[in-house]
Each structure stands twice: as C-alpha cells, then as structure tokens.
C-alpha cells in the first residue's frame, strides 16, 4: 500500500482503529490475545505477504498503536 501514502510497515490503521473501538473501549486486549497464538506468517486485508516474522511485525504494531503518552508512561 506505500502507493497510497501507507508506510512500509506492518501497522495498525489510526482510522480503522478509532473506527472499530467502542466508546470509551479500547481494542488492545484483542490484539494481546491475538499475539498469544503461534503464527509466523500473515496475509493481511490491505498489505502485503508476511512469510516470516510476521508475530514480530505485529507485536511491534500493536506496541506503537497503544503506547501510551510519556507523560502518562510515570
């Protein structure tokens, strides 16, 4: 998708996430809980083929969608 602005990471949407949180939810425990399983491989709805290290990649993405603030991190 970097033809149309995506970044060459794996990555969690901004906009399809604040779309698909609930009000006042949040949707990282869903991810937590997807993390815990055993893949290396992902083929994703709007991305490329991960054929490895895509447990990784994804552990990555869901730490920069959910880091919290510095200020909040105290």
């Given at each position: 998708?970097?033809?149309v602005?995506?970044p060459?990471?794996t990555?969690?949407?901004?906009i399809?996430?604040?779309?698909?949180?609930?009000e006042g939810?949040?949707?990282?425990s869903?991810?937590e809980?997807l993390?815990?399983?055993?893949?290396?491989?992902?083929?994703?709805?709007?991305g490329?083929?991960l054929?490895?290290?895509?447990?990784?990649a994804?552990a990555?993405?869901?730490?920069?969608?959910f880091?919290?603030?510095?200020?909040?991190r105290?």
């Amino acid at each position: 998708m970097p033809w149309v602005g995506f970044p060459k990471t794996t990555l969690l949407g901004p906009i399809w996430l604040a779309l698909m949180t609930p009000e006042g939810g949040s949707l990282e425990s869903e991810f937590e809980r997807l993390l815990r399983l055993d893949f290396d491989r992902l083929l994703s709805a709007h991305g490329s083929l991960l054929a490895s290290g895509a447990k990784q990649a994804v552990a990555r993405a869901v730490e920069r969608a959910f880091a919290k603030p510095r200020a909040a991190r105290r």
